[in-house]
């Protein structure tokens, strides 16, 4: 039964103002496009190799979080096994670490005086500043979204469907790849737009890592914070493009795989 009422008015207030808060400065963005020569500011060379560059490298890192982790979640819910805690907390760490810091992470790890440069450097391999380095700067900050996404939903999923399956004879792989895969499908579809919408936005990390090099490395959010100091009417364009794709994605997830429950 639904105990809703009248708000209490100590909390109407607060609410308000938080609400505005958040919303006003996209009034403020919307209010400053400059609608009538939209199409020649997105239709700039700089522009279109961002945004096309920024879809490629958008689609290739929630690919990569969708096929590593995928597993990587199941094993921390399906398995037991020494330091799982901390190993979830490694996965989830991205979360909360200040992206510039993955990015010097990333360098120091894959960048040519790096742990793993020498190897790297002897198998003829550069990633770092490079459209491969802007894939992994991305991946390493979107692939804890997916992780908790799909965890979540393995967490809350019947075993006994899974129980079923291996008492009709369905081996460890036929189980996964039939019976939870299919079950735990829109919490995945939803990790990997979720995946998609951060690493499209991901700024601090990419600039670190891969630098910021037109039709290269940069992407929209580099591009538009050159623009920011030499054309502004571009750098608005280009935050109403990024500022689009985020309600896309929201309204996807909204629609598709976080549409409320009768009666919530």
Do not use: K
């Amino acid at each position: 039964m639904s105990h809703r009422g009248r708000p209490p008015a100590a909390l109407v207030a607060p609410a308000i103002v938080g609400f505005g808060f958040l919303l006003l400065p996209l009034f403020g963005l919307l209010e400053r496009v400059p609608w009538r020569g939209l199409p020649g500011l997105l239709g700039d060379r700089v522009v279109r190799d961002a945004l096309g560059l920024s879809l490629v490298t958008a689609s290739c890192s929630a690919a990569l979080a969708v096929i590593f982790g995928v597993p990587l979640a199941w094993l921390l819910v399906r398995t037991e096994f020494p330091g799982r805690r901390i190993v979830r907390s490694l996965v989830t760490l991205p979360l909360v670490l200040p992206p510039v810091v993955g990015g010097v992470a990333l360098l120091f790890a894959f960048g040519r005086r790096g742990l793993f440069g020498p190897l790297l450097e002897d198998l003829h391999i550069s990633l770092a500043f490079s459209t491969t380095g802007v894939v992994l700067a991305e991946t390493f900050v979107s692939m804890p979204f997916l992780v908790v996404a799909v965890e979540g939903a393995l967490s809350g999923q019947d075993e006994r469907f899974e129980e079923a399956a291996a008492t009709l004879g369905a081996g460890p792989w036929a189980t996964f790849r039939r019976v939870t895969l299919p079950l735990i499908a829109p919490s995945i579809g939803a990790g990997a737009a979720l995946a998609f919408a951060r690493a499209l936005g991901e700024f601090g990390a990419t600039i670190t890592f891969a630098g910021n090099l037109p039709g290269r490395t940069q992407t929209l959010p580099l591009a538009t914070y050159i623009a920011l100091e030499t054309n502004p009417e571009a750098a608005v364009a280009l935050s109403l493009v990024l500022l689009v794709a985020s309600i896309i994605v929201l309204a996807l997830l909204r629609e598709r795989w976080l549409r409320p429950r009768p009666g919530q």
